[in-house]
């Protein structure tokens, strides 16, 4: 028997500035496809003409990786437009120029991240919930930004879609939330594997370039209010009057839409206090640097309020470093009971794995990836693959 064809699935981009969680969760997913599941899987990704050029080149350069770049994906720049989207797609049922575009490159099945493409799609569709961050933390959402992320969610329920979810703590706020869920739901906990062209960067020049010393903590999140950075500020501020001087790398996008504020007020506050060496922002940085800066780190601190299934967390415990991390269902769950927890008001108990970590710690320690992660990447991969067989079986039978 011919075998079967790659399901041809349609990804948006993820812009990195935007998102840099999502925009790696699919650069690792297209990279271990291809690696673990040669010829299942064709990922066609559809980018805004706008999109970084560098970063679209990263993803096309992965084996198998079609990209489309269309006007009609690119990103609204203002929450109207993006409101002005969603209630199109569902007054009109269908995304149509997206639809048409769909057509065109005979996809097969779409991928829906954060942008639904209507309620008479004429394809099966997985809708990825990465978490519920707008549930769990509504303060952090003006009244119409919740409720377009909810309607978001609530529309995909009702058109049918296929719920892909990271973590089992995840499904229980699903069950929670939308209690009469009838849908196909999965959960698909994922492994990350990096290229080895990312890890060939040698991490004590890349120390050195940002004029780090050899011990630090990394810090790799958005400056988005949810992640939390003023609780390590507060834990250094500890550490300082405690008479140790600890350093915390922070790297990320400053950028939140929702706070434009959110950065320089908090940097102005690292300097009131006198923590401008003690933490350091080092802006977005190359892939490459995260990594060798991951890898020679005396800790990865996550501080989050809120978590789907944490990219930062997973890269961390592909090298066996050791983690500060807040005290969520899904980071104990991720991480099986294997790191530090603190409460996300505790800034004393964050000081204090500080202290006992920056105290044991080897700075001379450069870690490489450990055994267990192809067997975790491969179960990964297995997982999402037999999702879309699922999916696409399913929506033969109708």
Same mark, same amino acid.
């Given at each position: ?177 939308? %209690?009469? /869920?009838?849908?196909?739901?999965? &959960?698909? +906990?994922?492994? !990350? @594997?990096?290229? $080895? ?124 470093? %050791?983690? /500060?991390?807040?005290?969520?269902? &899904?980071? +104990?769950?991720? !991480? @099986?009971?294997? $790191? ?49 067989a699922d999916v696409m079986q399913n929506a033969g039978k109708r």
């Amino acid at each position: 028997m011919p075998e079967a064809a790659p399901v041809r699935i349609a990804f948006t981009n993820i812009p990195r500035r935007l998102w840099a969680g999502g925009y790696n969760y699919q650069r690792n997913l297209f990279d271990t496809l291809n690696r673990y599941a040669p010829g299942a899987v064709t990922p066609v990704l559809f980018a805004g003409t706008a999109d970084d050029a560098e970063e679209i080149a990263a993803l096309a350069g992965i084996p198998a990786v079609e990209v489309v770049r269309s006007p009609v994906f690119d990103h609204a720049a203002t929450g109207l437009a993006r409101a002005t989207d969603l209630a199109r797609a569902i007054a009109f049922g269908l995304d149509g120029p997206a639809v048409a575009e769909f057509r065109i490159r005979k996809i097969d099945l779409v991928f829906e991240s954060a942008r639904f493409f209507g309620w008479r799609l004429p394809l099966p569709a997985v809708a990825w919930f990465p978490d519920f961050q707008h549930r769990l933390l509504p303060h952090l959402f003006s009244r119409s930004a919740y409720w377009r992320r909810d309607i978001g969610f609530r529309v995909q329920l009702a058109s049918g879609r296929h719920i892909m979810l990271s973590s089992a703590t995840a499904l229980g706020d699903l069950k929670r939330f939308y %209690p009469s /869920l009838s849908n196909g739901v999965s &959960v698909v +906990r994922f492994a !990350t @594997e990096p290229p $080895a062209g990312l890890l060939t960067t040698n991490p004590s020049e890349v120390i050195a370039s940002y004029g780090l010393p050899p011990s630090y903590f990394y810090l790799p999140n958005q400056f988005w209010r949810h992640k939390n950075h003023q609780l390590v500020v507060d834990a250094l501020g500890l550490l300082k009057r405690r008479g140790l001087d600890v350093v915390v790398a922070a790297s990320g996008s400053p950028l939140d839409f929702r706070e434009p504020d959110l950065f320089d007020t908090m940097m102005r506050e690292v300097d009131a206090r006198g923590l401008e060496k003690n933490f350091r922002h080092l802006g977005m940085i190359p892939l490459d640097h995260v990594y060798a800066l991951l890898r020679a780190s005396v800790a990865l601190i996550n501080p989050s309020e809120c978590e789907g299934w944490s990219t930062t967390v997973e890269e961390a415990k592909s090298f066996g470093v %050791p983690m /500060l991390l807040s005290d969520l269902d &899904v980071h +104990r769950e991720q !991480t @099986e009971g294997r $790191a530090r927890y603190f409460g996300i008001r505790d800034s004393a108990a964050l000081a204090d794995h500080m202290a006992e970590a920056a105290q044991s710690a080897d700075p001379a320690t450069v870690r490489r990836l450990l055994p267990d992660v192809e067997q975790r990447v491969k179960a990964f991969v297995a997982d999402f693959v037999r999702l879309t067989a699922d999916v696409m079986q399913n929506a033969g039978k109708r």
